[in-house]
C-alpha cells in the first residue's frame, strides 16, 4: 500500500533533531497512512515513542540547502501528495485537514 502523503522533512541546521515537529504530525495527522523522507542528516529520535508513520532516509550531499533537499524527498516521493517541512516549522493540530 502507497502512503497517502509523503512528508519531506528536510534539515535546516546541522544535528537538528526533529521530535518536537514529529509530535505534531502524529496528533495532526492522526491515522493518515503517512511517509516521512528525512533529508539533510535528519535521524529520528531512537528514545522517543513509537510513531504511527513510516520514515525513509534519502541521502543527500553535506551542505545542500534546504530546497535542494526538499528537491532530493519529492523525486523519491511516489504519492500524489506532498509536503514539505523542516523541524523548526510549527505543525498546528489542523494542518492536515487544511492541506
Known amino acids: 500500500m502507497s502512503p497517502t502523503l509523503y512528508v519531506v522533512l528536510a534539515a535546516s541546521l546541522p544535528g537538528q533533531v526533529p521530535g518536537p515537529v514529529l509530535a505534531?504530525?502524529?496528533?495532526?495527522?492522526?491515522?493518515?497512512?503517512?511517509?516521512?523522507l528525512l533529508t539533510g542528516g535528519l535521524v529520528v529520535p531512537k528514545d522517543g515513542?513509537?510513531?504511527?508513520?513510516?520514515?525513509?532516509?534519502?541521502?543527500?550531499?553535506?551542505?545542500?540547502?534546504?530546497?535542494d533537499q526538499w528537491g532530493a524527498g519529492l523525486r523519491a516521493a511516489t504519492a500524489p501528495l506532498v509536503a514539505f517541512l523542516t523541524p523548526d516549522m510549527q505543525v498546528a493540530p489542523a494542518w492536515w485537514p487544511a492541506l
Request: proline share 12%.
Open 49 to 67: 515513542p513509537p510513531w504511527p508513520f513510516a520514515f525513509r532516509t534519502i541521502q543527500t550531499a553535506t551542505g545542500l540547502l534546504v530546497p
Open 24 to 36: 505534531a504530525l502524529k496528533t495532526s495527522c492522526g491515522s493518515l497512512y503517512l511517509e516521512l
